[in-house]
């Protein structure tokens, strides 16, 4: 299963409590990933149809992954017994049978292509029988011409596919938040008795991650007992307190120390490499040495148990491990880590899509999970829709009549009592206005206006079209604003300074998207727009689970150095809906 690298893990950390959450997303995931390389393989669509629909029923349900397994999925629409006794064996052993027989089955050159945008089951398949089994293999192709040749390619899907192969292999090392974090806390339950914590890039919450990186409390010799069987390659190092290893196609880097040098452990694999330098260069400063080690003064290691010790001893600040980038160390004004967002503070869980698009729940599900998670824990939580506008026919888009049904459904919830406020992600047309008419717009309680076509427009075109959009007197929220999803394209060419500018002029929120293959808004860009932007953490979830996504926006926010102040998402129902009259009063609207 090395190209998963672990999809197919039943563990997730939410990072706000570091509590593990439950795998049905990774359980879809398997069950999606099964259907595709079974078309790959030209077998039956009938199966691959029935692990198709298996993963949509499983997004819609509310049930808790240890609650459905206990009763062996029973009374899951489209779960049959076969699937549901891979489904069960899977959560107990993390290995989805079907998927792991498959793919044996297919070069794992080829499992690369998925990654490449543009490419699905079929082309893979025909890629594959022309000899073309990789992405380097299929960047050759698109340069000497072999690949427009091929029949159902051409020349422009082929000069499509170069620049889509070559960001696939510029990213092929790296693997997304969500993934390394699953995968971070599976280790971390094999070290348990060694008291693990995340370290490296998990720790700092990049947007993605290339190397699983945690501390312990011990010695080689117990954390080789605790990995072995379970990571492969399992090494020490010579002459560093590091083991190494290979997890699900990711490196694994393990520091160990006793108690008594857990704290420079831990700052030296918690930070990035410009603030490692910096505390190590304080270290030498003061006459002490600075390493995983410990900290020393000439033969002593200095008792330093905790982070705060050695940054006491250094005589510098603590920094929140999200604020150990080179782009934070430049900056004054940080708040402390006390006060930056935490999931805890999100109420409003917004730009969502239900059964009436491409979501696989209904509108009222959606809601009551919304308030059944309740991060803030003050009975406050409620879900704004998002469903695509009609321009969005292959996510079945609602055209103008179809919202107008939809929103007298949100209302006859919201008069039930269900917390829920009505939206719409509207699509952004190619001259930059919207795909609904004004007096529509004007019933909603709030409007995501987001990209979805048009990505090859030159930037001038684009940027153009996002200022007139985000311009627009309706618009509550930018979506999505640069289009990119994250280790498969990168976003579409604009002056985004220029369209944030419009935002912040016109007072036009920008979208942090939660989702773990978007992180859009990158952090590094809200980091220097944060004293002039409203933000919303938004889901965009198309499933009861992608809710819980908003722990992935809450990261970036945090690397952003947000507090709830600059998150529209902290706001009460009322207040949502009054900040959404008084941006529109402001303009005119």
């Known amino acids: 299963m090395a190209e998963l690298k672990g999809e197919g893990r039943a563990a997730e950390l939410d990072p706000d409590t570091g509590e593990l959450m439950g795998g049905r997303k990774a359980l879809v995931s398997a069950l999606k990933r099964t259907a595709d390389l079974l078309d790959v393989l030209g077998e039956d669509g009938f199966r691959a149809n029935a692990y198709r629909g298996a993963a949509r029923s499983l997004e819609g349900v509310t049930a808790e992954l240890g609650e459905l397994a206990g009763r062996a999925f029973k009374g899951v629409p489209k779960v049959g017994p076969g699937i549901a006794a891979e489904l069960t064996a899977y959560v107990q052993s993390g290995v989805f049978g079907p998927l792991a027989e498959i793919e044996a089955q297919i070069p794992p050159g080829v499992l690369t292509l998925f990654r490449v945008r543009g490419l699905g089951p079929k082309k893979i398949r025909a890629l594959w029988d022309a000899g073309i089994v990789s992405l380097q293999t299929l960047w050759e192709a698109a340069q000497d011409g072999r690949l427009a040749a091929l029949k159902g390619f051409g020349a422009r899907s082929a000069a499509t596919l170069s620049d889509a192969a070559e960001f696939a292999l510029a990213s092929q090392s790296r693997q997304f938040m969500s993934i390394g974090l699953g995968l971070g806390m599976q280790l971390a339950r094999w070290l348990d008795a060694l008291e693990p ?30 990995l072995a069987g379970h990571v492969d390659d399992l090494r020490a190092e010579a002459g560093k307190p590091l083991v190494t290893g290979c997890l699900e196609g990711l490196p694994v880097e393990v520091g160990f120390a006793p108690a008594g040098a857990r704290g420079a452990l831990d700052l030296t694999f918690g930070g990035g490499p ?58 004054r004004d940080l708040p402390p880590e006390a006060d930056l967002i935490a999931v805890r503070d999100v109420r409003a869980l917004l730009h969502t899509h239900s059964t009436w698009s491409d979501g696989a729940a209904s509108i009222a599900d959606m809601a009551r999970e919304a308030a059944r998670l309740d991060f803030a824990g003050d009975g406050a939580s409620y ?39 009505a939206g719409a992600e509207v699509d952004i047309l190619e001259d930059g206005s919207l795909d609904y008419p004004d007096d529509l717009l004007a019933q909603l309680d709030y409007v995501v206006a987001s990209v979805h076509s048009g990505f090859t ?17 309706l618009v509550t929220v930018l979506g999505h604003p640069t289009g990119r999803l994250l280790l498969r394209r990168p976003g579409y060419p604009l002056d985004l300074d220029a369209v944030l500018t419009a935002c912040a002029e016109r007072g036009t ?61 902290t706001l009460t ?17």
Do not use: C, M
Request: charged letters at 25%.
């Open 383 to 421: 879900l704004g829709t998002g469903d695509h506008s009609g321009a969005a026919h292959y996510a079945n888009g609602l055209d103008a009549g179809r919202l107008a049904q939809q929103l007298r459904e949100v209302r006859e919830l919201q008069a039930a009592g269900v917390p829920l406020v």
């Open 509 to 569: 929120v920008v979208e942090i998207n939660a989702s773990p293959y978007r992180l859009d808004l990158d952090w590094r860009v809200a980091l220097r727009w944060r004293d002039r932007l409203r933000f919303a953490i938004n889901t965009d979830a198309h499933s009861l689970a992608g809710l819980q996504d908003v722990r992935y926006g809450v990261l970036a926010a945090r690397k952003a150095a947000l507090t709830p102040a600059h998150v529209i998402n």
């Open 457 to 473: 427009l030159d930037s001038a075109r684009q940027t153009e079209r996002l200022i007139r959009a985000a311009s627009h007197p």
């Open 274 to 331: 410009e603030y490692r330098l910096r505390v190590r260069a304080r270290a030498t400063e003061l006459g002490l040495h600075l390493s995983g080690r410990g900290l020393r003064r000439g033969e002593d290691v200095l008792d330093t148990p905790s982070e705060r010790d050695v940054l006491r001893e250094l005589q510098l600040p603590y920094l929140p491990p999200e604020h150990r980038e080179n782009e934070h160390l430049a900056l």
């Open 197 to 226: 914590r995340v370290a490296g890039e998990l720790r700092r919450g990049l947007d993605t991650v290339g190397t699983l990186r945690l501390t312990v409390t011990g010695t080689a010799g117990q954390v080789l007992a605790a």
């Open 573 to 589: 129902r009322p207040e949502l809906l009054a900040f959404v009259q008084a941006q529109r009063a402001a303009r005119g609207a």
